[in-house]
């Protein structure tokens, strides 16, 4: 009787339930407001602010906890991104007066034009509920909660009108941030998942150093960025540990 011959078995076990992952994607932020000590003094109208669109790259380490159920940890980096925004007011009177023509510290109407670099880290713990595989496809819903530490740097505040030219100090805010999540997963073997998601990011409010007068006649306290949230889309891949070699199984000739 020839020896028998090693036959593929079906693969149980073959993963373990911890895994890690990578990631890369698109941060799209937008700016709920901006404010300064500055909008105390007069009636400012902020007219126009935006953070632009950025690239976002990180990692992490998770833990499947049954067929529905997986917690991971990630940490990213997210790439500067150019914050703009404009304001105007109507001028008058005020106790703080950047371009004052008149001894009672009355000042002319003008407009502000603000540029700087928005830059930032994340770290979140999140959860996700697998609901199930149709043709080969999982799709889930999560959530996180974590920190977003934010960064405002180079920030540059002109005042055309009043020949006004301020610079900010660099300064950077850690906040709690929070986010959800939604995705289709596709496993293309035993150990290697292929994840692309959209995710809504919370990552709180960000603000300059002091702001002072290129000419050092005069400063305010800081530009604050308020409620930076952003829409992410991200391609990822995650890579099951654990894996093992398949066991042949003998099948004998008669």
Same mark, same amino acid.
């Given at each position: 009787?020839?020896?028998?011959?090693?036959?593929?078995?079906?693969?149980?076990?073959?993963?373990?339930p911890t895994y890690l992952k990578g990631f890369?994607?698109?941060?799209?932020?937008?700016?709920?407001?901006?404010?300064? /000590?500055?909008? $105390?003094?007069?009636?400012? /109208?902020?007219?126009?602010k935006d953070i632009k669109s950025s690239t976002l790259f990180g990692v992490g380490i998770g833990y499947e906890f049954n067929t529905w159920l997986r917690f991971d940890v990630t940490g990213e980096y997210r790439g500067k991104s150019l914050f703009i925004a404009q304001d105007?007011?109507?001028?008058? +009177?005020?106790?703080?007066?950047?371009?004052?023509?008149?001894?009672?510290g009355t000042f002319p109407p003008g407009t502000n034009e603000y540029t700087a670099d928005i830059e930032s880290w994340v770290g979140l713990a999140n959860a996700y509920i697998d609901l199930g595989t149709y043709f080969c496809?999982?799709?889930?819903?999560?959530?996180?909660?974590?920190?977003?530490?934010?960064?405002?740097?180079?920030?540059?505040?002109?005042?055309?009108?009043?020949?006004?030219?301020?610079?900010?100090?660099? +300064?950077? $805010?850690?906040?709690?941030?929070?986010?959800?999540?939604?995705?289709?997963?596709? $496993?293309?073997?035993?150990?290697?998942?292929?994840?692309?998601?959209?995710?809504?990011?919370?990552l709180g409010d960000a603000r300059s150093g002091r702001v002072t007068a290129f000419d050092g006649s005069s400063s305010y306290r800081s530009l604050e960025i308020e409620d930076i949230n952003s829409h992410d889309l991200m391609l990822g891949m995650r890579w099951k540990l654990g894996h093992q070699p398949v066991a042949p199984m003998p099948v004998a000739f008669r």
């Open positions: 009787m020839p020896p028998p011959l090693p036959v593929a078995a079906p693969c149980v076990g073959c993963t373990g890369i994607g698109a941060a799209n932020p937008t700016v709920g407001g901006i404010h300064s /000590e500055l909008f $105390e003094t007069n009636d400012f /109208e902020v007219f126009h105007r007011f109507p001028g008058g +009177n005020g106790s703080f007066s950047r371009a004052s023509n008149a001894a009672d496809i999982t799709p889930y819903i999560g959530g996180g909660v974590g920190f977003a530490s934010v960064s405002v740097l180079g920030l540059k505040d002109v005042n055309v009108q009043n020949s006004s030219v301020f610079y900010g100090a660099d +300064n950077t $805010e850690t906040n709690f941030a929070w986010a959800v999540h939604g995705g289709l997963a596709y $496993e293309v073997n035993p150990s290697v998942t292929v994840d692309l998601s959209y995710r809504y990011t919370d």
